[in-house]
């Protein structure tokens, strides 16, 4: 998060910060990204995240908001992009690195 603000205030784009700690916490996100006119969304990973991303994809369609999330499931779930690794193969490296 911290290279995230960094970047940020380099760029000259204003950060908001929304955390979700539940499932019951998503409307209430997405609103208030619309009230302060939020122009994109930044998802960084996290289980509870990754775990309802259809619902988040859905959400972030209905906002019309350009988004990009870490993990390539998101995308395959609807999303617009994705910059990060893909679970899958992230797993089978990691069973090379146990066999070895």
Same mark, same amino acid.
């Given at each position: ?9 380099? !760029?000259?784009?204003?950060? #908001? ?8 916490? %998503?409307?209430? $996100?997405?609103?208030? &990204? =619309? ?23 859905? !959400?972030?369609?209905?906002? #019309? ?8 499931? %998101?995308?395959? $779930?609807?999303?617009? &992009? =994705? ?18």
């Amino acid at each position: 998060m911290r290279e995230v603000q960094t970047t940020a205030q380099a !760029l000259g784009v204003q950060l #908001q910060t929304l955390e979700v700690l539940s499932p019951d916490g %998503f409307e209430s $996100a997405f609103a208030a &990204m =619309a009230r302060e006119h939020a122009e994109a969304l930044l998802v960084l990973g996290d289980p509870l995240l990754l775990t309802h991303r259809i619902r988040i994809v859905d !959400l972030v369609a209905k906002g #019309q908001l350009p988004a990009m999330y870490d993990l390539r499931e %998101f995308v395959e $779930a609807g999303g617009l &992009m =994705a910059y990060g690794p893909s679970l899958p193969d992230l797993f089978r490296r990691t069973a090379y690195y146990v066999e070895s």
